[in-house]
C-alpha cells in the first residue's frame, strides 16, 4: 500500500512510502519522526484532521507540519 | 460553476501557469551554468593545444604561462559543476501541481485560517493570523501576503512574500522589526527555509501558510533581529535614550549602558568608559579610567600613569634639577673667563655663546 507523505519538518520533502495495511497515522508518525511529539505537529490525511487511531488507506496523502518552528535574524 | 468557485480556479491557474514559469527558467540557468562550463572545457582544450606547440618548439617560459593559465581554468571548474548540481536538485524539488491539487489547497487555505483571502489586484494571497504574543509580548495580527503573481520571479522565496503587521507593536530601538523575526516587512525564516522553498515550488499554497505562520508563533531567541529582552530597547543609563543592543556602550567600570553621546573613553588605554567613571589628570588634563590613574609617589596627588612615568608632576619641578643648576651657573662661568681680546675680534662672551 502507498501513500503520499509530505513532511513539512526541516527539509519539506514530498515522497511516496509504502506502508502496512493496518498503519494508523499514530504508528505512521512514531516511525517517520522519532522522537517527536505528535501534539507539535499539525498532521492531516487528505488535508483533513483526523484521529490518532486512523488507519491510512492506499494513496492517502499525509501532511506533518511542526507547530513551531525557531526563526532567525539574517 | 459560481463566482467564487471561478475565481479559485483562476488563482489555481496563476499558480500553476507561474510554476510552469519558474520551472522554466530554472532550466535556463542550468543552460546558461553548463555552458560557461563546456567553455571552460574550451578554454582548456585549447592551452592544451598550445603547449604541446610550445614544447615541441622548446619555448619553455611560454610553456609556463599556458600551465598558469590552465591552473586559472581549472579554479572555475568546481565552482560551475556545484552550481549546476545545486540546479539539478532544486529542480527534482520542483513537481507542477495539477489544477485540481493547487484547487485543493486553497480550500485547505479557507479551513485552516479564519482570514483568508485573494487580492486580485495585486495577485496576492493573504492569510491574517491570530493576535500574537511571544514571552508577555503583544505583537498583534500580521498579514502573510504571498504574491503568488511574481512565483516564477521566486530566486530567494522571502522576497515573493511579506510580513505585515496590522497592528504594529515594534520594537523600541527599530520600528522596521515587528516581531524578533521580521524586519522590513521580512521574514527570516531559519529553520523553516527548506520546508518554505519546498511548499512554494510545488505550489502547496497551505503549507506554505502554516509553515511561516509556525515561524511566526515561535521565538528564537539565539538568533531575534531585536532581543524580546530588549524589545522595548536599552534606555542609556545617563540620559535615558532608548537605543537598540547594537548602538549600545558598555561601561566596565560601572556595569552599565550608554548611548553614543554619554560614552568616552579612556585617553591612555582607549577602554570604552562612561563620563562618571572617567577621571581627570590634574597634570595633562586628559580623561583617565580609574586603572590608568594613580598617585604620584612624591606629593601623593592623582595623576595619570604617563604623567607619573614622565615625572610630570609639578612637585617633581620643585626639586632643583643638576642639569637645570648647570645652566644657572652658566653665567657665572662666562665672566670667570679671562678677558682676553680674541684675534677675530669677538669678545669672549660671544665665543661662549656660539660654542654653547
Not at chain 2, 106 to 135: N, S
Request: glycine share 6%.
Amino acid at each position: 500500500m502507498r501513500i503520499l507523505f509530505i513532511n513539512n519538518d526541516g527539509g519539506g520533502f514530498a515522497d511516496y512510502v509504502d506502508v502496512t495495511p493496518d498503519m494508523t497515522v499514530d504508528k505512521f508518525f512514531a516511525q517517520k519522526l522519532p522522537g517527536r511529539e505528535a501534539g507539535d505537529f499539525l498532521i492531516r490525511v487528505n488535508r483533513q484532521p483526523v484521529a490518532r487511531d486512523y488507519v491510512l488507506q492506499d494513496g492517502d496523502r499525509i501532511t506533518c507540519t511542526p507547530v513551531k518552528i525557531e526563526g532567525a535574524a539574517v | 460553476m459560481d463566482a467564487t468557485e471561478r475565481k479559485m480556479f483562476r488563482v489555481a491557474e496563476t499558480i500553476q501557469g507561474q510554476l510552469r514559469l519558474l520551472q522554466r527558467n530554472r532550466c535556463q540557468d542550468a543552460i546558461r551554468r553548463i555552458a560557461g562550463m563546456v567553455e571552460s572545457f574550451d578554454n582548456l582544450r585549447r592551452a592544451n593545444d598550445l603547449l604541446a606547440v610550445c614544447l615541441s618548439r622548446g619555448w619553455n617560459a611560454a610553456a609556463s604561462q599556458i600551465t598558469d593559465r590552465v591552473g586559472r581554468g581549472l579554479t572555475d571548474l568546481p565552482y560551475y559543476v556545484s552550481e549546476i548540481e545545486r540546479m539539478i536538485d532544486s529542480s527534482k524539488l520542483l513537481k507542477l501541481p495539477t489544477l485540481r491539487d493547487i484547487r485543493a489547497d486553497l480550500v485547505q487555505l479557507e479551513e485552516e485560517f479564519e482570514q483568508f483571502e485573494y487580492v486580485e489586484d495585486g495577485e496576492e494571497l493573504v492569510v491574517t493570523t491570530e493576535a500574537i504574543e511571544l514571552e508577555d509580548h503583544y505583537l498583534g495580527e500580521f498579514e502573510i501576503r504571498l504574491h503568488i503573481g511574481k512565483l516564477a520571479e521566486m530566486k530567494r522565496h522571502s522576497s515573493i512574500y511579506r510580513i505585515v503587521a496590522l497592528d504594529p507593536h515594534p520594537a523600541g530601538c527599530n520600528e522596521s522589526v515587528t516581531h524578533p523575526h521580521v524586519s522590513d516587512e521580512h521574514l527570516c525564516e531559519g529553520d523553516a527555509s527548506a520546508a518554505i522553498e519546498a511548499a512554494l515550488t510545488n505550489g502547496r499554497t497551505c503549507d506554505f501558510f502554516q509553515l511561516v505562520n509556525a515561524v511566526l508563533t515561535t521565538y528564537n531567541p539565539h538568533s531575534p533581529y531585536v532581543s524580546l529582552d530588549h524589545w522595548e530597547g536599552i534606555p542609556c543609563h545617563d540620559c535615558g535614550y532608548t537605543m537598540s543592543e547594537g548602538d549600545a556602550h558598555w561601561c566596565e567600570s560601572c556595569q552599565q549602558d550608554y548611548c553614543s553621546e554619554c560614552i568616552s573613553y579612556c585617553h591612555r588605554c582607549d577602554e570604552s568608559s562612561c563620563r562618571g567613571c572617567l577621571e581627570e589628570c590634574s597634570v595633562c588634563g586628559e580623561s583617565m579610567c580609574s586603572s590608568c590613574m594613580t598617585k604620584c609617589p612624591e606629593c601623593g596627588k592623582r595623576l595619570c600613569k604617563s604623567c607619573v612615568e614622565d615625572q610630570q608632576c609639578p612637585c617633581f619641578e620643585e626639586d632643583p634639577e643638576p642639569e637645570e643648576n648647570e645652566d644657572e651657573r652658566e653665567p657665572d662661568e662666562i665672566t670667570s673667563i679671562p678677558s682676553d681680546p680674541d684675534p677675530a675680534g669677538n669678545s669672549p662672551g660671544q665665543v661662549r655663546t656660539e660654542a654653547a
